[in-house]
């Protein structure tokens, strides 16, 4: 009870350790590089902040904004994407990209229980159903996530968003 002079609930007492491990995560600009090869970068290392701490996944995904550190992670991404031609809108939809892309992965790859069965046995299930499709992409399929994988669709991602890149930014 001693907390709750301090705090007024549990949800004050989450918030602070929330932000405490956001403000652990430090993403700064390197002007020297490209932009998207930054804004990649910075993802990469969300996710691997978040895949460390697995159990603020939940919380995070309840309570997005839980103070500074999550300001300042987004302040992170946006002198990025701005420094890389971003207009307001574009850095916003870059930061709500990336944001969809590391918390997907975090929380659909981050699952409690790791799986017993290697990637080839997995492909090896995968390419045994009936669907032609499905069975022929059966090796990619089966390292779903990988780290790869995930710096692949990062960059075509930052690379279609953000103008002056391959794909030279945002569709209308």
Do not use: C
Not at 18 to 26: A, N, T
Not at 113 to 123: D, V, Y
Request: proline letters at 7%; aromatic letters at 6%; glycine letters at 8%.
């Amino acid at each position: 009870m001693a907390l709750y002079n301090h705090v007024e609930s549990k949800e004050d007492v989450l918030d602070a350790a929330l932000d405490s491990l956001l403000l652990e995560l430090e993403l700064s600009d390197d002007p020297a590089r490209p932009a998207a090869e930054v804004l990649v970068e910075h993802a990469e290392r969300h996710l691997a902040h978040l895949q460390a701490n697995r159990w603020a996944i939940p919380a995070l995904f309840q309570r997005p904004d839980p103070g500074e550190g999550a300001a300042l992670i987004g302040e992170a991404y946006f002198v990025t994407a701005i420094r890389g031609g971003a207009d307001p809108q574009a850095a916003v939809d870059i930061f709500a990209a990336i944001l969809v892309a590391v918390y997907g992965a975090a929380g659909f790859l981050g699952s409690e229980g790791e799986s017993q069965q290697t990637r080839e046995e997995i492909a090896a299930m995968i390419a045994q159903v009936p669907f032609p499709a499905t069975a022929s992409v059966a090796g990619p399929l089966a390292a779903y996530g990988d780290d790869a994988q995930l710096h692949r669709i990062l960059t075509a991602l930052v690379s279609g968003l953000l103008p002056g890149q391959p794909g030279d930014g945002p569709r209308t």
